[in-house]
Nanobody
């Protein structure tokens, strides 16, 4: 059974930082795109960032460029999201996701095949 489990969410003040991590189990995603999405209260889920299987390519939503950094460790089957300069509008449940394909790029920013249950990030003003 494939599982993606997020950790690292919490409460932080505006301007602060958080690091989200996602551990995958049940299969290896070392050859697949992985990414992060988020869903704010009352809003639809939206793409945040994605990283290619090798880590050489990344893609970010415009609203996080220069503030968030996605990375992965294929040996550990994990993906992380470093979030700096957080803003109140970044408050959301953040979901780890992974595609089923191998060696693909660009990422499917409209949705992926596997999802975690999410971790809540709250940024206070």
């Amino acid at each position: 059974q494939v599982q993606l489990v997020e950790s690292g969410g919490g409460l932080v003040q505006a301007g602060g930082s958080l690091r989200l991590s996602c551990a995958a189990s049940g299969r290896t995603f070392s050859s697949s795109v992985m990414g992060w999405f988020r869903q704010a209260p009352g809003k639809e889920r939206e793409f945040v960032a994605a990283i290619s299987w090798s880590g050489d390519s990344t893609k970010y939503a415009d609203f996080v460029k220069g503030r968030f950094t996605i990375s992965r460790d294929n040996a550990k089957n994990t993906v992380s999201l470093q979030m700096d300069s957080l803003r109140p509008e970044d408050t959301a449940v953040y979901y780890c996701a992974a595609e089923n394909g191998f060696g693909r790029w660009p990422p499917r920013t409209y949705g992926m095949d596997y999802w975690g249950k999410g971790t809540l990030v709250t940024v206070s003003s």
